[in-house]
């Protein structure tokens, strides 16, 4: 039996969706108009005024805002209230310049929350789970948004946050988890280290899993799936639109349903700045219709990505994102062919390894050098020189019809790549370009 946390919205006629998104982009409009200068600039920049939107078919005429927006108005710069009507701030976990600030009404956490309880319920969960969030807490979303969700459907929640994974599977099995919350990478760590204490996946009492936060393959999902005993679902989000919950899967387990009565979504071409129709590929680009202190308007993510509006089994008429096939400044351009790390993942998955790996590119005499570190599992390790050496060969071939060109792949001992208990750091580009 499919779950629902708000059926009436999340199983809404189109007709129906479209009319609540019209109302709400105009008001959203008008709302930023008035309240925030920056963006204001920008739409007379364009010479538009609010009377120019009178809904989601003139959303393509107003400027897009990004990272570069985002920098030049931190931290206060895009705030659409009075900052003694925020009650909470989170930032991203970027590692470069300055961080993302997000800021959050009362309201803007209560509807963050009701989309991350939609993604909890959309597993099959109910309040009578017991949910670990295994997802960092503090400035970092992933913690604070399924925590909240958890609370909304009434799971008995456990605030774990990330690391210390004996007591995470300790955690597990006495206080009997069946919903876990954390990355994809920790979710296959836990498996791993699950398998080193002798433990099987029926020896937890886990059904199912929420994982996000990074880029992941369906071979990946499956791995998780057998080593854990569990359904893994795949959950979208980033800091400036709230956090987790702005996409989520549902039982059909084949692409996330986005929240479309708080989020628009548009695919772009990322040069041309163009729409592109559904079904192609481009850069997802969202519209926040609801969010009253940090209002996104035409917000480019950088994922790369593609929508389908199809009718899913789940009864769900959410417009479906494909999983993110990376972001348009995670794509590595080596000698001149684009590469997302999520095709090496997929080439390694395929072969019987496990997603501990990383890329490493560098510019000699102006070539660009591509070396791939792939961890052996403990069943493959060994110190047969001929074996390892078709082993890599096997690689590189699989990595070369997957890509068009040539890596090199060198194996390691297993457990030799450090691990992440968040996001997983997977390239190491050391090109001075
Ligand atoms: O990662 C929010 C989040 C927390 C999502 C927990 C899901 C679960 P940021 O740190 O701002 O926010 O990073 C946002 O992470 O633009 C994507 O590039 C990437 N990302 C998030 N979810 C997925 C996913 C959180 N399911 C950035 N698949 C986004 C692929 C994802 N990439």
């Not at 200068?37 to 007379?44: A, G, H, L, S, V």
């Not at 959303?59 to 895009?78: I, M, Q, T, V, W």
């Not at 909890?120 to 309040?127: D, P």
Request: with cysteine.
């Amino acid at each position: 039996m499919e779950h629902y946390y708000q059926q009436e919205i999340e199983c809404a006629p189109r007709e129906e969706i479209l009319k609540i998104q019209d109302r709400k982009l105009v008001e959203q409009v008008k709302h930023v108009w008035e309240n925030v200068p920056y963006y204001r600039k920008k739409m007379e920049e364009k010479g538009l005024t609010p009377d120019d939107i009178k809904g989601v078919e003139d959303l393509h005429k107003l400027p897009f805002l990004s990272k570069y927006d985002l920098r030049e108005a931190y931290p206060y710069g895009l705030l659409g209230v009075p900052l003694k009507d925020c009650v909470r701030i989170h930032s991203t976990s970027g590692t470069t310049g300055k961080r993302v600030v997000a800021f959050y009404t009362q309201g803007d956490v209560d509807l963050w929350e009701d989309c991350c309880a939609r993604a909890i319920m959309a597993t099959g969960c109910t309040e009578d789970d017991v949910c670990q969030v295994s997802y960092g807490y503090g400035l970092f979303t992933g913690g604070a948004g399924l925590h909240g969700g958890s609370h909304k459907v009434g799971c008995l929640t456990i605030p774990m946050s990330s690391g210390n994974t004996e007591r995470q599977i300790m955690f597990i099995q006495d206080l009997n988890a069946t919903l876990i919350c954390c990355t994809p990478s920790y979710a296959a760590y836990l498996g791993e280290s699950m398998k080193e204490m002798g433990l099987k996946p029926e020896d937890i009492p886990l059904k199912a899993g929420i994982f996000g936060a990074e880029a992941w393959s369906e071979e990946m999902r499956r791995d998780i799936e057998k080593t854990l005993g569990i359904k893994a679902f795949d959950i979208y989000g980033l800091t400036e639109l709230s956090g987790p919950g702005v996409a989520f899967e549902c039982s059909a387990q084949n692409g996330m349903h986005i929240n479309e009565d708080h989020f628009i979504a548009e695919i772009i071409d990322p040069e041309t700045e163009e729409v592109l129709p559904e079904g192609t590929q481009g850069e997802l680009v969202f519209t926040a219709i609801d969010k009253k202190a940090f209002p996104m308007m035409r917000y480019r993510t950088r994922d790369v990505c593609t929508l389908h509006r199809v009718k899913c089994s789940c009864g769900r008429t959410f417009v479906k994102m494909e999983k993110p096939k990376g972001r348009t400044d995670d794509m590595l351009i080596i000698r001149g062919v684009n590469v997302f790390p999520s095709q090496i993942e997929a080439v390694l998955l395929e072969n019987g390894y496990q997603a501990n790996y990383q890329i490493i590119v560098d510019r000699i005499n102006n070539n660009d050098t591509f070396d791939v570190h792939v961890e052996m599992t403990p069943e493959m390790f060994t110190d047969n020189v001929a074996e390892i050496s078709k082993r890599q060969n096997d690689l590189v071939a699989g990595l070369k019809s997957m890509l068009g060109i040539k890596a090199k792949v060198t194996l390691v001992a297993p457990k030799s790549i450090t691990r992440s208990e968040g996001k997983a750091v997977r390239v190491i580009d050391r090109r001075k370009i």
